[in-house]
């Protein structure tokens, strides 16, 4: 499972609040992020959100694949062959809003270029949670790296690729302006029906 969303959507606190409803129903969970959920990975969000010279959109675009290539082969795959449910946050429907549309690479490109760095692998369910940029903002959300500095209209450009993406992949839309618990509640409306 998969929980997407623009800066300050709460997608951490969910995830981590995502994983701890599993494992109290007995459930092996594996909690995992992109980018950065392997040692490489690490080393290429470290690039990517604070290398200070410039970053190509299609340079960009390569290392977060390359983060999913590895996170893929060395974390996700691995869990599911275990037979443990995997929770990230963020995967391909990210780089869909972020570099498809939010940087102009194209979706369909994207796609293609992200289904064969994660070789085909897709999530049983992708959730995005959706929530207004002034919102994120008071969250506290701006400022700290790249994809922060890039702006409220780069942020709207994400909210509305995400919204059009949900809709024509029929990925659930939660809307993440409530309480932490009012969200989690939300999202577990979704995922119950699958773990059950
Ligand atoms: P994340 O750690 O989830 O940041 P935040 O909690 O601030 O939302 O992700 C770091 C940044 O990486 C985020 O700004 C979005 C960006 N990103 C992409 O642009 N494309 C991608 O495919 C992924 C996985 C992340």
Redesign the pocket.
Known sequence: MVLEG????G??TQVAALAARLRADGRDVVET????GTSLGRELRAL??HHDGPLDARAELLL?LA?RAQHVHEVVEPALARGADVVS???TP??LA??GVARDLGVDEVARSSRWAAGGLEPDLVIVLDVAPETAVARG?SGR?R??RAGVEFDARVRAAYRDLAREHGWPLVDASGSPDEVAAEVWRHVAPLVR
Do not use: N
Request: aromatic share 12%; charged share 30%.
């Open positions: 623009g800066e300050g959507s997608k951490s992020l992109e980018p950065g990517l959100l977060l983060d946050d963020r995967y990210s780089t972020y570099q959300a790296d994809f922060e």
